[in-house]
């Protein structure tokens, strides 16, 4: 069994930083993409950033040059630095892996998610 679990979340002043940690845990061989979502109230949940194994990057056009993705891999844990918060920005943010647990195979697996609130 895998767990992912969030931290980092809270209330932010707009222009604000916030710092979310993703911790995975269990039967892990190994884990390839990691990476960042959020859903804010009546929206589809949205991808954030992602990140391989590699450490490539991917961001959502509405995040660059804001928010940075970063993974330690020693620690299975994935980050997410968010600076010059915005309003918009206010939502449940989840973390999800894929995740080897054997040589034959990988599962993508999801955090609780993490509340960020983005005020005025």
């Known amino acids: 069994q895998v767990q992912l679990v969030e931290s980092g979340g809270g209330l932010v002043q707009a222009g604000g930083s916030l710092r979310l940690s993703c911790a995975a845990s269990g039967s892990i061989f190994s884990i390839n993409d990691m990476g960042w979502y959020r859903q804010a109230p009546s929206k589809q949940r949205e991808l954030v950033a992602a990140?391989?194994?590699?450490?490539?990057?991917n961001y959502a056009d509405s995040v660059k040059g804001r928010f940075t993705i970063s993974r330690d891999n020693a620690k299975n844990t994935v980050y997410l630095q968010m600076d010059s918060l915005k309003l918009d920005d206010t939502a449940v943010y989840y973390c999800n892996a894929d995740v080897r647990t054997s040589l034959f195979g990988s599962m993508w697996y999801w955090g609780q998610g993490t509340q960020v609130t983005v005020s005025s």
């Open positions: 990140i391989t194994s590699g450490g490539s990057t």
